[in-house]
Nanobody, 120 residues
């Protein structure tokens, strides 16, 4: 249902844009989020765009550096990541929930994840 892409290896200070292509109809009807999980750590919330009104939410650790957005015509959600730091290294997952209005979940659909590695 969700296909994440765009990860890779980047130097600290660099940028990446993750994409999450959805096979569900009308991604605009879904609350969408990005989460990440580093080795040995629990999965953590990164950013979300709720269904109604388009409000966005960010973890404090990425606020001001990451931006979540959505292209309804392409049924795709993006995570623009700037000023990347080594501590941003993780596998990033996109998630979606029909009419989702809670940034932190629950989410019904999850992508397979895409690896982001930031070198110092």
């Amino acid at each position: 249902q969700l296909q994440a892409s765009g990860g890779g290896l980047v130097q600290a200070g660099g940028s990446l844009r993750l994409s999450c292509a959805a096979s569900v109809r009308m991604i605009s009807n879904y609350g969408t989020g990005w989460f990440r999980q580093a080795p040995g750590k629990e999965r953590e919330f990164v950013a979300a765009l709720i269904w109604h009104g388009g409000s966005t939410y960010y973890a404090d650790s990425v606020k001001g550096r990451f931006t979540i957005s959505r292209d309804n015509a392409k049924n795709t959600v993006y995570l623009q990541m700037n000023s990347l730091k080594p501590e941003d290294t993780a596998r990033y997952y996109c998630a979606a929930h029909l009419f989702g209005s809670n940034a932190y979940g629950p989410y019904d659909y999850w992508g397979q994840g895409t690896q982001v590695t930031v070198s110092s």
